[in-house]
């Protein structure tokens, strides 16, 4: 019980930001390139509790933490684009799409600071060590698996955007499998093949922005 206690009270603040910070950054791009869609609906807000959902947002992720799963993701209530009222649709949905992943990218980078911070200063409370460990490993888990190129995911919006339109048409056609088709491949254990890769990337470029601090407080 404890435990599970503990993981809870680790991985609370670093979900919500995650997923919270993902989807407004998908409404603040979508109102940017002319879709107020989202803004209208009072979508484009850091209030978790507009974002929140219950299975996505707090039972996965804490189901995949409690058994230790190599990864961790989850999702929240999507953010409405129209992408029709873009100013140039087909273009602008990419930009609209990689917001998400890109601010997960960007928090990811803010919880390596805070752990370094962390370890500079000689913080002795192992909990904030956790908490940034959290903080960073889930960003770089959904900033990875959000890029995945299968739609209703973020790659499969920048793949759409990517095709030649008559291809991406057929490709979109695969949007109502997208989540079943995932979650095979994550039953299968195959989703990793895409995931450590992106993972790894990432985590080389955090640390190259990184070093010029790590040199300052080392």
């Given at each position: 019980?404890?435990?599970?206690?503990?993981?809870?009270?680790?991985?609370a603040i670093p979900v919500l930001?995650?997923?919270?910070?993902?989807?407004?950054?998908?409404?603040?791009?979508?109102?940017?390139?002319?879709?107020?869609?989202?803004?209208?609906?009072?979508?484009?807000?850091?209030?978790?509790?507009?974002?929140?959902?219950?299975?996505?947002?707090?039972?996965?992720?804490?189901?995949?933490?409690?058994?230790?799963?190599?990864?961790?993701?989850?999702?929240?209530?999507?953010?409405?684009?129209?992408?029709?009222?873009?100013?140039?649709?087909?273009?602008?949905m990419a930009w609209v799409a990689?917001?998400?992943?890109?601010?997960?990218?960007?928090?990811?980078?803010?919880?390596?600071?805070?752990?370094?911070?962390?370890?500079?200063?000689?913080?002795?409370?192992?909990?904030?060590?956790?908490?940034?460990?959290?903080?960073?490993?889930?960003?770089?888990?959904?900033?990875?698996?959000?890029?995945?190129?299968?739609?209703?995911?973020?790659?499969?919006?920048?793949?759409?955007?990517?095709?030649?339109?008559?291809?991406?048409?057929?490709?979109?056609?695969?949007?109502p499998y997208g989540f079943f088709?995932?979650?095979?491949?994550?039953?299968?254990?195959?989703?990793?093949?895409?995931?450590?890769?992106?993972?790894?990337?990432?985590?080389?470029?955090?640390?190259?922005?990184?070093?010029?601090?790590?040199?300052?407080?080392?």
């Open positions: 019980m404890n435990d599970i206690i503990q993981t809870i009270a680790v991985y930001f995650a997923i919270t910070l993902h989807e407004a950054a998908h409404a603040y791009a979508a109102k940017y390139f002319g879709d107020l869609t989202a803004y209208s609906q009072g979508r484009m807000s850091l209030n978790p509790a507009r974002h929140i959902d219950l299975f996505g947002t707090i039972l996965i992720p804490l189901a995949l933490a409690l058994m230790s799963s190599p990864f961790l993701f989850g999702y929240a209530k999507p953010v409405p684009v129209d992408f029709s009222r873009l100013r140039n649709p087909k273009k602008q990689l917001a998400g992943p890109a601010a997960n990218f960007f928090m990811a980078l803010l919880w390596m600071i805070i752990f370094i911070s962390l370890d500079a200063a000689a913080m002795r409370e192992e909990f904030f060590f956790e908490v940034a460990k959290a903080g960073f490993k889930i960003n770089l888990m959904l900033f990875a698996f959000n890029l995945f190129p299968l739609p209703p995911l973020d790659g499969g919006r920048i793949m759409t955007s990517i095709l030649p339109n008559r291809y991406a048409y057929k490709f979109m056609r695969l949007e088709i995932v979650l095979g491949l994550l039953m299968l254990n195959l989703l990793q093949y895409w995931m450590m890769p992106v993972i790894a990337g990432a985590n080389l470029l955090l640390s190259l922005l990184i070093s010029p601090l790590n040199f300052l407080l080392n």
